[in-house]
């Protein structure tokens, strides 16, 4: 089964791609069937994802000695491109993740999308996604990569205008294609500067080929491809300053919103740091940007998601946050510490965001958490799972975020204090926003009249993932995640107590004063709120950059569009009408002339044989003259 999964990994994406195509043309209309067919794509995915993890624990495959298969994809004079696939501990660990999560996700699904007119169109569109996903898994060069990652986005543009008879739904869709292909552009840009100056966008042969030229060349060039191709990550992975695509991409279903945009897609720009770390990690400017911008991306979402009322936006700017952690421990030098936590959040954060889709799913479609509750007696399944994400996510013993998140803080920490000092404080701010929700939602006086039951469908998947959200954090230290996965150094393997000590007493005490302002209400939270004023309107209205974007683009795209409108009507049409008039002048005067009568032409031609004879007559007289003075002709 292992060689067999390992030598045929490219049918882990073709199996959902099939399943696309089948449904897509075929199947629409009949939903079980429909269903069924994705699900038992993306379980034969998981199965053989299972298989290649085997592979590569038995036959001790690496991050530097991967297994790659090839075949010649496009070739034409000087130029190359291969068409393959990639099996290390990094692509096994996000095949594992994609396709287990999307396996839970579309048996939520089924009781989540019951009675939905689009209900075969919502399963193509998953299996299209996890086709798109897992091939940018595997892939073997950048420009592969890029051509999955380009699908991935085509995907999210799908699923997130799902409904797209509603103008939220139309809105979000755009702004999130939009935004996202400012920073693919970039990405493009450094591909294809990379294929210029080494000839090649293969991840082995440039794992080869850098240590090389840096060494003769110093990190300039390469810094600013770098760059580059960190705008990708920056607009995929909903970084500051691109991440404001990301809470308005909840306008799609909750299974959407659980699967694409807090544990796979968001995710893909960290991988494709982590995929080219040989690259990123060669050049220290690079990895000094890559953390300040995880950094200050981790405190903005956390800041942000401490005002917001909608529960699936604050579980959205909860998911920015967590990305930068990520992208801060890429930046420090600890992919493990990364890929350890983004396994564990790709867990608990599909839970909440399904847990989420629950709890509105039962109030009506209720977003807002100050509407909401005491639920936990109606819906004690999803109270429980959803406590335990809660409290996964705060950094608590001995649930999963605990350990993965105080890994990040030790790589932080041995290397800038600053950086520990604002993941320490996003910690904090984590805790007491996520348990602001959960006692908003579950506790207090019940605000709903009908509060309908949740489906089986709809419950097991919760229960599969609170239980992954309380042991892969445990199993990953106890098994020591960093040498099962053998992603090398640099990395910070063991916990530091200290550390881990003070981020939990810190999460403990957001804890207690959440309880005081929203459990007990021993604290008025609108009396904060006014005394909080200008910081509290700030964060609240999203530091109003979504304002400011659409400033600039009143100032600049419509002003350049005005000036463009003016260039093109009074130059470019001023000319053109100005020489078509200028013709039109010629033609009339012209046209005096041609009138069609033969009485007029033999008048201007016996005018025109009077004149040219006086001509001539005048001008023999002139020479005549000269001649008979003695002069010179």
Not at 182 to 189: A, P, Q, R, S, T
Not at 367 to 387: C, E, N, Q, S
Not at 454 to 464: A, D, E, G, T, W
Request: hydrophobic residues 55%.
């Amino acid at each position: 089964m292992e060689q067999f999964a390992l030598t045929h990994a490219w049918l882990i994406p073709l199996v959902p791609a099939a399943a696309f195509a089948i449904i897509g043309l075929f199947l629409q209309n009949f939903h079980k069937l429909s269903a069924a067919i994705a699900i038992l794509a993306i379980t034969f995915g998981f199965v053989m994802s299972l298989g290649i993890a085997g592979a590569v624990f038995n036959l001790g495959i690496t991050v530097d000695a991967p297994f790659v298969q090839r075949i010649e994809w496009i070739k034409i004079a000087g130029l190359q491109f291969d068409m393959g696939v990639i099996i290390d501990p990094l692509s096994v660990l996000m095949l594992l993740v994609v396709t287990l999560v999307s396996l839970l996700v579309q048996i939520y699904s089924v009781g989540y999308m019951k009675g939905d007119k689009g209900f075969g169109r919502f399963f193509s569109y998953m299996s299209l996604f996890s086709a798109s996903m897992l091939g940018l898994n595997i892939s073997i060069n950048f420009v592969q990569m890029y051509v999955f990652w380009e699908l991935v986005g085509l995907c999210s543009y799908l699923l997130i205008g799902f409904y797209y008879y509603r103008i939220p739904a139309r809105e979000a869709a755009k702004k999130a294609f939009i935004t996202t292909r400012i920073g693919d552009f970039g990405l493009l840009i450094g591909i294809l500067l990379l294929q210029m100056l080494f000839g090649t966008v293969d991840f082995i042969q440039l794992r080869q080929v850098i240590p090389v030229y840096l060494m003769a060349n110093g990190a300039g060039v390469l810094t600013i491809i770098g760059i580059l191709l960190f705008m990708g990550p920056i607009g995929k992975s909903g970084q500051f300053p691109l991440h404001v695509w990301l809470p308005d991409a909840m306008e799609g279903p909750a299974p959407v919103s659980a699967l694409i945009h807090a544990a796979t897609m968001v995710v893909a720009g960290v991988y494709l740091v982590a995929r080219a770390y040989f690259l990123f990690a060669s050049l220290p400017i690079l990895m000094n940007i890559i953390a300040w911008i995880g950094a200050f991306t981790a405190f903005f979402g956390a800041s942000i998601a401490f005002s917001q009322h909608a529960i699936k936006r604050i579980l959205a700017y909860s998911t920015i946050s967590q990305l930068g952690y990520m992208m801060l421990s890429l930046g420090v030098g600890s992919l493990t510490a990364s890929m350890f936590h983004l396994m564990t959040h790709a867990f608990f954060k599909s839970l909440l965001f399904l847990c989420a889709g629950a709890v509105m799913h039962a109030v009506n479609e209720e977003a807002d958490i100050f509407k909401m509750g005491g639920l936990r007696r109606k819906m004690p399944v999803v109270f429980v799972t959803m406590t335990i994400g809660v409290l996964a996510i705060s950094g608590l013993p001995p649930f999963s975020g605990f350990f993965s998140k105080d890994a990040i803080l030790a790589a932080a920490a041995h290397v800038s204090m600053p950086l520990y000092l604002i993941g320490i404080v996003t910690a904090f701010m984590t805790a007491f926003y996520m348990a602001r929700l959960l006692f908003l939602v579950f506790f207090g006086e019940s605000r709903q009249k009908e509060v309908h039951k949740v489906s089986r469908f709809m419950q097991l998947p919760l229960i599969v993932l609170a239980a992954l959200a309380v042991v892969s954090g445990l199993g990953g230290y106890v098994y020591n995640f960093g040498d099962w996965v053998r992603f090398g150094p640099p990395v910070v393997e063991h916990m530091d107590w200290l550390l881990a000590s003070t981020s939990t007493l810190l999460s403990l005490l957001a804890f207690v004063l959440a309880w005081n302002i929203y459990g007990s209400k021993r604290w008025s939270s609108d009396i904060i709120a006014k005394k909080l004023g200008i910081i509290y309107t700030i964060t609240f209205n999203k530091y109003y950059i979504d304002e400011f974007y659409a400033l600039l683009c009143r100032i600049f795209i419509d002003g350049i569009g005005k000036i463009m409108y003016f260039i093109d009507l009074y130059i470019i049409d001023g000319t053109v009408n100005a020489v078509s008039a200028l013709v039109l002048l010629f033609s009339k005067l012209l046209s005096k002339f041609q009138t069609g009568q033969v009485q007029r032409y033999a008048a201007v031609f016996v005018c025109g044989v009077v004149i040219l004879l006086l001509c001539t007559i005048m001008y023999l007289d002139k020479v005549n003259g000269v001649l008979a003075a003695g002069g010179a002709f």
